[in-house]
Nanobody, 116 residues
Framework: QVQVVESGGGLVQPGGSLRLSCAAS????????MGWFRQAPGKEREGVSC????????DYADSVKGRFTISRDNAKNTVYLQMNSLQPEDTAVYYC?????????WGQGTQVTVSS
């Protein structure tokens, strides 16, 4: 059973950093495209970043380019999202997903709040 569990969210001041983790179980990470979406209150869910299966190509939303970095540790079956220079507009619930040809599985989300 494909399962992903997020962790690492919390409260941080503007300009601060957080690292989100997405622990995968029930499947081999490197064979899935992994990524992060986020949803702020009253807004639609938006894609943040993803990393492809195999060669690990990455992609980012324009709003986070240069500030966020996605990475994958196949040995630990974990995907990370390093978030730097956080701003109040980054406040949202962040969701991890795992996708292959058969479908997509979502985590429960982790709250990130950027506030002074």
């Amino acid at each position: 059973q494909v399962q992903v569990v997020e962790s690492g969210g919390g409260l941080v001041q503007p300009g601060g950093s957080l690292r989100l983790s997405c622990a995968a179980s029930g499947f081999t990470l490197e064979y899935y495209t992994m990524g992060w979406f986020r949803q702020a209150p009253g807004k639609e869910r938006e894609g943040v970043s993803c990393i492809s299966s195999g060669d690990g190509l990455t992609d980012y939303a324009d709003s986070v380019k240069g500030r966020f970095t996605i990475s994958r540790d196949n040995a630990k079956n974990t995907v990370y999202l390093q978030m730097n220079s956080l701003q109040p507009e980054d406040t949202a619930v962040y969701y991890c997903y795992a996708q292959d040809a058969l479908g997509i599985s979502w985590g429960q989300g982790t709250q990130v709040t950027v506030s002074s």
